[in-house]
């Protein structure tokens, strides 16, 4: 149960083309949003749509791979864990970002 303590399985569609960025070590950081949608009847009887966005961070060779091969709409499961971080802007506010930091990653469909 050790290995379920932070792990978080996600399909959905990304969002936009990934952002790939080279460090000046050589290693590659990928960062893309995915959607997943969920729906469901409310108490009036109406099917109602629910769409989820995760920002997904991947480092190293799953970053090359969604550096050549990931683009906007495609899907792909996801796995990995929570990880929690904070920033502050050019104004001085402080801000809170939480991300998935991918570990496994699967292209679904065609």
Request: aromatic share 6%.
């Amino acid at each position: 149960m050790n290995a379920l303590k932070n792990k978080v399985q996600l399909i959905g569609n990304l969002g936009q083309d990934p952002e790939v960025v080279t460090l000046e070590n050589g290693s590659k950081l990928a960062k893309f949003s995915i959607a997943t949608s969920d729906s469901y009847k409310n108490a009036q009887g109406e099917k109602v749509e629910d769409t989820q966005w995760h920002n997904i961070v991947a480092w190293g060779k799953i970053a090359e791979i969604v550096e050549n091969y990931l683009n906007k709409g495609k899907q792909v499961a996801i796995e990995g864990k929570l990880t929690h971080r904070s920033y502050e802007t050019k104004e001085g506010e402080k801000r809170y970002i939480t991300e998935v930091r991918c570990n496994e990653l699967l292209m679904l469909g065609k």
